[in-house]
């Protein structure tokens, strides 16, 4: 049943906490016309605001998956320009919504693009959102959506931390994955089986993983304080990948775009890029890919 906010209800503080939530429920029983219903309803008693934006960027993301472009990308772009509004001369990520907000309106209006067979207009704008972004948390997302269109097929970034010369001729899975991470332990066991099957015929397998700032409950951390907390994990809830090596930079994830985890990142013999899947991925998709990677 669709929940309503009631008036009494629009003026309170937990009703701007629930906003995003409540549209989010909506747009999953594509119920979009109410979602939006009930942004607006926020947004004319409130005035714009970072939650409205955030809303916004979740009605553009709803609106694009039931393939509405053109509504899909309306709401990207009132998203993105409301937020940038707000923004003013703050930095993005000291605000809880406003990332969230750009990030989305971005990857909306790219995916709009290459939907309509503009693919590179869509990469060109990616890469100019990208440098404007520089230096703050959307920069692994916008990275991510810019892979996602066209860097399978293409030679794999560096990568910090590990000796490149060693890994000549092999195929490479790399796993990346974050301490906070469910799906990330979740994906362990398909991890550790493509390790045990395909390691005799040449496949290494790396988990690249970086710093956030905080350990478990979301405690502010410093780097030395979380690098024993991600030593702990691991030998937690990673024991059927133990030895595989972890290197920890931060600028892996934004070079990989790895700003979904886990993201896997299949190279072939040639450091080849072959698959790139943000998000977790079952054996069967696996597993195929990466024999069709040994048969070459």
């Known amino acids: 049943m669709r929940r309503i906010i009631a008036a009494a209800v629009l003026s309170s503080p937990v009703a701007w906490a629930a906003l995003t ?14 979602a939006a219903n009930e942004v607006r309803a926020i947004q004319s008693r409130r005035g714009p605001s970072g939650e409205v934006a ?44 406003l990332p969230t907000a750009v990030g989305a309106s971005i990857e909306v209006h790219a995916s709009v693009l290459a939907a309509h067979g503009a693919r590179t207009e869509a990469v060109a704008f990616l890469e100019q959102q990208r440098n404007t972004w520089k230096g703050t948390s959307l920069a692994e997302r916008i990275q991510k959506n810019i892979n996602l269109l066209g860097l399978e097929g293409k030679p794999a970034p560096a990568l910090e931390g590990v000796d490149r010369a060693s890994l000549k001729g092999h195929p490479v899975l790399l796993f990346f994955w974050a301490h906070w991470c469910p799906d990330c332990k979740a994906d362990v066991p398909v991890i550790a089986e493509a390790r045990k ?100």
């Open 54 to 97: 955030e809303a916004l960027s979740w009605l553009a993301r709803g609106s694009l998956a039931e393939r509405r472009l053109s509504e899909a990308d309306a709401y990207a772009n009132e998203a993105r320009s409301m937020a940038v509004r707000i923004l003013g001369m703050r930095r993005i990520d000291s605000d809880p919504f």
């Open 197 to 296: 099957r395909f390691a005799p015929q040449g496949l290494v397998v790396i988990g690249p993983t970086r710093l956030y700032g905080y350990v478990a409950g979301g405690d502010p951390a410093p780097a030395a304080v979380e690098t024993k907390y991600i030593e702990q994990v691991r030998r937690q809830y990673y024991v059927p990948l133990q030895g595989m090596p972890a290197p920890l930079s931060a600028a892996n994830f934004e070079s990989y775009g790895a700003s979904t985890t886990p993201t896997i990142v299949l190279l072939d013999r040639a450091g080849v890029v072959r698959f790139y899947h943000p998000g977790a991925v079952a054996w069967p998709e696996l597993s195929a890919k990466i024999e069709q990677v040994l048969r070459k």
């Open 21 to 34: 939530t409540d549209v989010r429920a909506l747009i999953a029983q594509h119920q979009l016309a109410a």
